[in-house]
DNA sequence: CGCAGCACTTTTATTTTACAAGTATGACCC
DNA sequence: GGGTCATACTTGTAAAATAAAAGTGCTGCG
C-alpha cells in the first residue's frame, strides 16, 4: 500500500480532514465542531472516536462533564497537507 | 464552503487523489489504472469521469479504440497536496 | 466469419453517510 | 431534592456511495 493510501486510510472519509482543519484553529467543543462544519452527529462522533484512536487528536477534559478535542504533533503535522489542498482549491482558473 | 471543503468536493472520493498520484508517473490506460490500483472498474469509469469534468485530467486518444488518460495543468497542480499526505503517512512514530 | 483484447456498463450486495429523534450526565435554581 | 437546561453523545432508519461479478460494444487480426 502507497503512501498516499495509508494516509487515506486515516483521513480519507468525507469528514476527517475538515474535522482536522477546524482544529488547527485550537481546541474545541464538540458543539463547535458541530456548528461550524455542519456534520451529522452521527459522523461527527465516529470520526472523533476514529482519529482518536488513530493518534490525531485527543480529549481534553474541561469543567463539567464537557471537553475538548485538540490535535496531537500528528494531527498539527497534517497543516501541510491542509493548506496544500485549500490552495490548490483556492487557485481555480 | 471552505476551500478545503471545495477541494474534497472534487477529489475527496475515495480513489480520486489515487488516480491522480498514479498519473503524476505520466498517462496511463485504463487497464493499466485498473490493475496498480485494484480500484472496482465501476468506480474506475466514474472517477474518471467526474475527474474529466472538473478539468483534473483529459483523454488521449491513441491507437485503435484505446485511449490514455493524462493530467491536466490543474490536475498536475495537486502534485504538492499529494506529496505532502504522503510525507505525513510516512512519518510514522 | 470467429476470436481476442480493451474499455467500459449493468446488476446486485454491502458499506458508508445523512437525517431525525432520543438518551445520559452533570450543573444550576429554587 | 425535583425540575429544567446545556452538552455530548447514541440509536434507528433512509439515502447514497462503494464493492463484486458478470455482461456489452468496439476494433483489429487471422
Known amino acids: 500500500m502507497s503512501d498516499l493510501a495509508a494516509a487515506l486510510e486515516i483521513v480519507g472519509s468525507r469528514w476527517a480532514l475538515r474535522i482536522v482543519e477546524q482544529l488547527l ?13 455542519g ?3 452521527n459522523m461527527l462522533a465516529m470520526r472523533l472516536r476514529e482519529l482518536e484512536t488513530a493518534g490525531v487528536l485527543y480529549r481534553l477534559p474541561l469543567k463539567h462533564n464537557t471537553r475538548a478535542y485538540a490535535l ?3 494531527g498539527l503535522a497534517l497543516r501541510d497537507a491542509i493548506t496544500a489542498l485549500g490552495r490548490w482549491a483556492a487557485e481555480q482558473a
Open 39 to 41: 456534520a451529522p452527529t
Open 25 to 37: 484553529d485550537g481546541p474545541q467543543r464538540y458543539g463547535d465542531l458541530q456548528r461550524e462544519l
Open 72 to 74: 496531537t504533533e500528528r
